[in-house]
DNA sequence: TTACGAAATGTTATATTGTCACATCTCAGG
DNA sequence: CCTGAGATGTGACAATATAACATTTCGTAA
């Protein structure tokens, strides 16, 4: 991973953690896994993936307020950033999709009016492969 | 506007501000607002907001924790439904984007996975036209 | 007409999510 | 060594959202 070296302390914790689950955690469920390595408090917590965000290695997932690792590369290219995810209302699950070959079509659509997009975030929530059967 | 007769007293109220004020509003900030129309806690709000949501009268903007009046025609078909948002950093506007044209293309993207898409939201950071040059 | 139940509404308290303010620590440059 | 900018820790608090339960409304059927 880029940058995953000149993480400090807690960031490593927090990113560690969110790695080895692998799914979307809240920043409280985080703080309550994290405890052993030291973090006390909210604060540090959202410190931690305030800049791990800015480091592109977990996103924000908006309508779970939840975050989880990132796991496509985003060249540390500056923004705009596209990043889309598809969440599992059944199991919770959450995948990110890549949509650097639609981001063209995305920031043109608002362009049109005039808009300047700076970076994107699509979320689908439906059924997953395993779910939608049942 | 479709179904805007059969809403009831805080329905009413509710939407009747979000139209009135024509920007995206928090939920306490409506509270604020709807006071003198008898409405008195959070959950009333909230009861309204998701009546209202599911005739498709509003639309909550996730990254904002915020919500709307819809400005498009949504048919009152079923399930999958689309929406987008541009939403200005500097100024706050909120705009509706018809995504129905990309509809088909976001969900085959997921679809390549299994993922059975429901509905979907995206949402773009930016600046508005107003905005850009300042 | 009355009685009943389901759904809507109101009310209070509480849970969850996120931020502020300020003290303390760290460490590179002068 | 000093200093000061940025990182870190800590406690309090603000903002957002839901739970639990009482009350009301209203259609329906005895």
């Known amino acids: 991973m880029p940058g995953t070296s000149d993480l400090n302390k807690n960031e490593t914790a927090v990113y560690d953690e969110l790695v080895r689950r692998g799914s979307a955690l809240t920043a409280y469920e985080l703080l309550d896994s994290v405890r052993p390595s030291g973090i006390r408090s909210p604060t540090q917590v959202y410190r931690a993936l305030e800049r791990l965000a800015e480091k592109h290695l977990v996103h924000r997932v908006e309508s779970m307020n939840a975050f989880i690792a990132c796991t496509h590369a985003h060249d540390d290219a500056p923004n705009p950033d596209t990043v889309g995810f598809a969440i599992c209302d059944e199991c919770g699950i959450v995948t990110e999709i890549d949509?650097?070959?639609?981001?063209?079509?995305l920031y043109g659509l608002a362009d049109k009016s005039g808009f300047r997009t700076e970076h994107s975030r699509l979320e689908l929530r439906g059924k997953c492969r395993n779910c939608k059967t049942s």
Do not use: D, M
Not at 99 to 105: D, G, H, K, Q, T
């Open 99 to 105: 949509l650097s070959a639609l981001e063209s079509i």
